[in-house]
């Protein structure tokens, strides 16, 4: 499986902030994916990021407050706007394998906003 | 109705003992399954997939389709402290992007 590096791992950020996160994966993949998982809830797709042009945002999330960049079929970043307090949450960046039969997942960044 | 249902827990066992964890699913799209397991602040691991109906074994985990019944389930044998976690099924087919149970909360304690 690939190796997917997410940075930072975890913050404490101010209210009204806004923060980028990074993942970098280790080989070259087609499908990218940012997850949000708030504290004891499963997970719930914010976009899939789409190498050259603008992510597919999911009901609910909107580029404004999520921009997200694919420069290449390696790296992504996603940033989370104006940050409030219900914001806090991991955030997780994903891939889809080669055979796209499963899904693997970075360490996560932690943001807690106050 | 979810798509993927699971029990979110917690269950709490004792060391050693043999853990079940389960999943109901409606989509009959759906062709692969997967597990995770999640600890605490960190990303999901990916545990086991498995593909259409059957069992996989890896070491003590044990994986199982019943596609006849939707019904997926994880067992862990021989069970340690360290296995306590978030497991957290997941279903795909037909979409690119899978569905996610909400995760069970599993405690074994010494």
């Known amino acids: 499986s690939a190796v997917i590096s997410q940075k930072p791992s975890r913050d404490i950020c101010q209210r009204g902030t806004s923060l980028t996160i990074q993942c970098q994966v280790d080989s070259q993949v087609t499908m990218m994916f940012w997850y949000r998982q708030q504290p004891g809830q499963s997970l719930t797709l914010i976009a899939t990021a789409n190498q050259g042009s603008e992510a597919t945002y999911e009901s609910g999330f909107v580029i404004d407050k999520f921009p997200i960049s694919r420069p290449n079929l390696t790296f992504s970043t996603l940033t989370v706007s104006n940050m409030s307090p219900e914001d806090s949450s991991i955030y997780l960046c994903?891939?889809?394998?080669?055979?796209?039969?499963?899904?693997?997942f970075g360490e996560g960044s932690w943001l807690t906003v106050v | 109705q979810k798509e993927v249902e699971q029990d979110p827990g917690p269950l709490s066992v004792p060391e050693g003992a043999i853990v079940s964890l389960n999943c109901t699913y409606s989509?009959?799209?759906?062709?692969?399954f997967m597990w995770y397991r999640q600890y605490s602040r960190k990303g999901p691991e990916l545990l086991m997939y498995?593909?259409?109906?059957g069992n996989k074994e890896d070491g003590r985990f044990t994986a199982q389709v019943d596609k006849s019944s939707k019904y997926i389930s994880l067992f862990i044998r021989d069970s340690q402290p360290s296995d306590s976690a978030t497991y957290l099924c997941?279903?795909?087919?037909?979409?690119?992007?899978?569905?996610f149970g909400r995760g069970t909360s599993l405690i074994v304690h010494p």
């Open positions: 997941a279903a795909l087919g037909g979409s690119y992007i899978p569905t």
């Open positions: 994903s891939i889809r394998d080669r055979s796209g039969n499963t899904i693997y």
């Open positions: 498995t593909y259409s109906s």
């Open positions: 989509n009959s799209a759906f062709q692969y």
